[in-house]
Nanobody, 123 residues
Framework: VQLQASGGGLVQAGGSLRLSCAASGRTFSSYAMGWFRQAPGKEREFVASISMGGSTTYYLDSVRGRFIISRDNAKNTVYLQMNSLKPEDTAVYYC?????????????????WGQGTQVTVSS
């Protein structure tokens, strides 16, 4: 599985962005999918994840209520809608796929990573 993330950019605080992650292959629906982020000088952290069928989601506490993860298995794509963005959301965002993962990919084994897309939120 190859993952291609897109949609990052520069936005003012309070604004919105939607990230997309397109996956290659015909087994996309067999993977739980997630988004992680890494800010400068910090470790990569979990942001959100979604079950294989898309019915269950899980979020980092600091983004719950502001971010929404979703997926379209017909299009082999997972999305992250980010609203009410804050400067502390600034990071490189990575999509991830886990073959044995459930809806919660925080601390789970990740089988594939996307290349990352930069999100910068100005104050």
């Amino acid at each position: 599985v190859q993952l291609q993330a897109s949609g990052g950019g520069l936005v003012q605080a309070g604004g919105s962005l939607r990230l997309s992650c397109a996956a290659s292959g015909r087994t996309f629906s067999s993977y739980a999918m997630g988004w992680f982020r890494q800010a400068p000088g910090k470790e990569r952290e979990f942001v959100a994840s979604i079950s294989m069928g898309g019915s269950t989601t899980y979020y980092l506490d600091s983004v719950r209520g502001r971010f929404i993860i979703s997926r379209d298995n017909a299009k082999n794509t997972v999305y992250l809608q980010m609203n009410s963005l804050k400067p502390e959301d600034t990071a490189v965002y990575y999509c991830a796929a886990s073959l044995r993962g459930s809806y919660n990919l925080n601390g789970a084994r990740i089988d594939y990573w996307g290349q990352g897309t930069q999100v910068t939120v100005s104050s």
